[in-house]
């Protein structure tokens, strides 16, 4: 049994007239006739009573066609759930983050995916960029939004956003009187920061950036998130060099101050290559491209209103 034979079969019994029920399907009239003939033959039982002037379905032909209406609709819902399918409407994605994505970025991505994609089912995790990239590499998680490029042979990935370090200080302290700094001006203080095997990459942007005013931050005490490494900075224990984003913390005890000539760090997406043709995937980071405003200067933000 084909559906052509149950679409020819319900435009029988809604138009009552084979000519009107084979110009509605776009086939002759002949043709029509021998398809609902054959389904009979098929279900084995009359389905249709022919007369000179119209056409009725038997008490097993009204019955037939409630199945077959229910039938169609079913086809159409599903050929279409294969097209939402194939343009990312549905389907599941797990996203991995940073930790501080979930002050600036992440919530604007993600209610707006939300928005145009509701029958996507989101599952966030929040990872470090080493924990992002062994998920990716063991199929946990389907993209990853990191700091800094990855470079790994089965890894794509593609700048959003960019943004510039700043000093985080205590608040109180007689740097913080300044409305710019230079990096220089910090190369007496206690550092916070995080510990190399953990950021490498970050790690060794900064200590470059500093070896620029010769000198190597001290680093007195290490952490592996951001927020304890600012409530260090808020209990004095010593300064910080955070992406611009993380000012939007408000954490008491903590001033941001903009460094001249301070590096720029890409929060990127990531994903395994073989995702490539996921549009799941690539729905996500057409939204998160839009959200985060990466353009040709790459600094645009969320909230930005330049």
């Known amino acids: 049994m084909e559906l052509r034979h149950l679409r020819h079969f319900v435009a029988l019994a809604e138009e009552e007239h084979f000519g009107r029920a ?14 609902v003939r054959n389904l009979e033959e098929e279900v084995g039982v009359p389905l249709v009573l022919r007369t000179t002037r119209r056409v009725q379905l038997t008490p097993a032909g009204q019955e037939f066609l409630v199945g077959a209406r229910e039938t169609l609709s079913l086809a159409s819902q599903t050929v279409e759930r294969a097209r939402r ?11 991995g983050f940073v930790s501080g994505l979930a002050f600036g970025g992440l919530p604007e991505i ?4 939300r928005e145009l994609y509701p029958n996507v089912s989101v599952d966030l995790r929040e990872l470090t960029a080493q924990e992002q990239e062994a998920g990716l590499r063991g199929d946990q998680i389907d993209i990853g939004l990191m700091l800094l490029p990855v470079r790994a042979p089965n890894l794509d990935s593609r700048p959003l956003w960019r943004q510039p370090l700043v000093a985080a200080l205590p608040a109180g302290h007689p740097l913080a009187r300044k409305r710019k700094l230079k990096i220089s001006d910090l190369a007496p203080e206690p550092f916070v920061f995080f510990p190399r095997q953990l950021r490498a990459t970050y790690f060794d942007q900064v200590m470059r950036w500093c070896a620029t005013a010769d000198f190597t931050p001290n680093v007195v005490q290490e952490a592996i998130e951001i927020p304890t490494l600012l ?9 910080f060099l955070p992406i611009e984003f993380f000012s939007r913390l408000p954490l008491p005890g903590v001033v941001y101050r903009p460094v001249e000539d301070a590096p720029l760090v890409d929060i990127v997406a990531v994903w ?15 939204v998160a491209e839009e959200m985060l405003g990466a353009g040709k200067d790459g600094q645009k933000s969320p909230t930005s209103h330049t």
């Open 231 to 239: 409530s260090l900075v808020a209990a004095g224990v010593g300064v």
């Open 85 to 95: 399918a194939a343009r990312g409407e549905v389907g599941r994605l797990t996203v």
């Open 272 to 286: 395994r290559r073989d995702e490539g043709k996921n549009p799941v995937v690539w729905a996500f980071l057409g």
């Open 22 to 35: 084979a110009e509605r399907v776009f086939v002759v009239q002949q043709a029509l006739s021998n398809s």
């Open 110 to 113: 993600v209610r707006r995916f």
